[in-house]
């Protein structure tokens, strides 16, 4: 799965430019070299640094981090593999580097969230949290447009949960073609596998 970079969130974009500054200074390459697909070993390092560093912080899929490289989530797990391979085998002096950028990282994401007041600090905890559910929302959603694109039927429980979670009462307040089409299978039609 891909996305876009209009379909990240704020708390997302602010973690990659981090990172990217980060990688890009203590590395001595610029972004846009990082961002390229340059396949200059500093650059595959850079790249295999920022995959970990982004899903260090634990708050974003691997389609929002790809999104900043033009990538699917699949190239991320495989760089994110990559990276494992190079820090075991301390490939260049990978471990030597990695752990300096991700004890600067660690430190810049640490302050940032230290220097916040406490109303500050628990609107960025909420701000994460949704983000988290928007991600995983969005997951699920890409995934039932895909199975009904597809002609792959929902069954009766997936359907229950679908309008538990999105408050889903009416197809009528849909505005799109598609979801209004969706909206009116998922509460007017019986699947013949339910």
């Given at each position: 799965?891909?996305?876009?970079?209009e379909?990240?969130s704020?708390?997302?974009k602010?973690d990659?430019?981090?990172?990217?500054?980060t990688?890009s200074?203590?590395?001595?390459?610029?972004?846009?070299?990082?961002?390229s697909?340059?396949?200059?070993?500093?650059?595959?390092?850079?790249?295999?640094?920022?995959?970990?560093?982004?899903?260090?912080?634990?708050?974003?899929?691997?389609?929002s981090?790809?999104?900043?490289?033009g990538?699917?989530?699949?190239?991320?797990?495989?760089?994110?593999?990559e990276?494992?391979?190079?820090?075991?085998?301390?490939?260049?002096?990978y471990?030597?580097?990695?752990?300096?950028i991700?004890k600067?990282?660690?430190g810049?994401l640490d302050?940032?969230?230290?220097?916040?007041t406490?109303?500050?600090?628990?609107?960025?905890?909420?701000?994460?949290?949704?983000d988290?559910?928007i991600?995983?929302?969005?997951?699920?959603?890409?995934?039932?447009?895909?199975d009904?694109?597809?002609g792959?039927?929902?069954?009766?429980?997936?359907?229950e949960?679908?309008?538990?979670?999105?408050?889903v009462?009416?197809?009528?307040?849909h505005?799109?073609?598609i979801?209004?089409?969706?909206s009116?299978?998922?509460f007017?039609?019986?699947d013949?596998?339910d």
């Open positions: 799965m891909k996305k876009t970079i379909e990240i704020p708390a997302c602010a990659f430019a981090l990172a990217l500054e990688v200074d203590l590395l001595k390459v610029s972004r846009k070299k990082l961002l697909k340059s396949r200059i070993t500093e650059c595959l390092m850079g790249r295999a640094m920022l995959y970990s560093l982004m899903d260090y912080t634990d708050r974003h899929d691997y389609a981090i790809g999104a900043f490289f990538k699917d989530h699949s190239t991320i797990l495989h760089g994110l593999r990276h494992a391979k190079m820090y075991e085998q301390d490939y260049n002096e471990q030597n580097l990695y752990d300096l991700f600067s990282f660690k810049k302050h940032d969230v230290q220097g916040m406490v109303n500050e600090k628990s609107h960025y905890e909420i701000l994460n949290k949704i988290l559910m991600d995983g929302l969005t997951v699920i959603r890409n995934s039932v447009l895909d009904y694109i597809s792959i039927p929902m069954s009766q429980k997936l359907k949960k679908l309008v538990e979670a999105f408050f009462q009416d197809p009528s307040e505005t799109t073609g979801e209004k089409e969706i009116k299978n998922l007017t039609k019986k013949k596998y």
